[in-house]
């Protein structure tokens, strides 16, 4: 099993930053991708970023060049600098972890941290 905890979400200014954090716990051999996923009220949940164990990156078109992912392999985390942030930003941010654990390889899921840019 791999638990997921994510910090860092909370009230931003459009043009802010925020910085949001994901630690991954739990017994598992190896977390092959590490990213943030985002659900607006009403919308359907999407990708946002996603880092992989070999540091490939991939970005959401709506994000790139404003966005950031970051991942500690050492730690087992990820990080998402959020710049230039816009009201369509505001979502609940959910962390996922592509993991291999005894029994397989499966998608693991933090409980969402919300993020709300308004002036």
């Known amino acids: 099993q791999v638990q997921l905890v994510e910090s860092g979400g909370g009230l931003a200014q459009p043009g802010g930053s925020l910085k949001l954090s994901c630690a991954a716990s739990?017994?598992?051999?190896?977390?092959?991708?590490m990213g943030w996923y985002r659900q607006a009220p009403g919308k359907q949940r999407e990708l946002v970023a996603s880092?992989?164990?070999?540091?490939?990156?991939n970005y959401a078109d709506s994000v790139k060049g404003r966005f950031t992912i970051s991942r500690d392999n050492a730690k087992n985390a990820v990080y998402l600098q959020m710049g230039n942030l816009k009201p369509e930003d505001t979502a609940v941010y959910l962390c996922?972890?592509?993991?291999?654990?005894?029994?397989?390889?499966?998608?693991?899921w933090g409980q969402g941290t919300q993020v709300t840019v308004s002036s």
């Open positions: 996922n972890a592509k993991a291999a654990v005894s029994s397989g390889r499966y998608d693991y």
């Open positions: 739990g017994r598992f051999f190896s977390i092959d991708v």
């Open positions: 880092n992989t164990i070999v540091g490939s990156k």
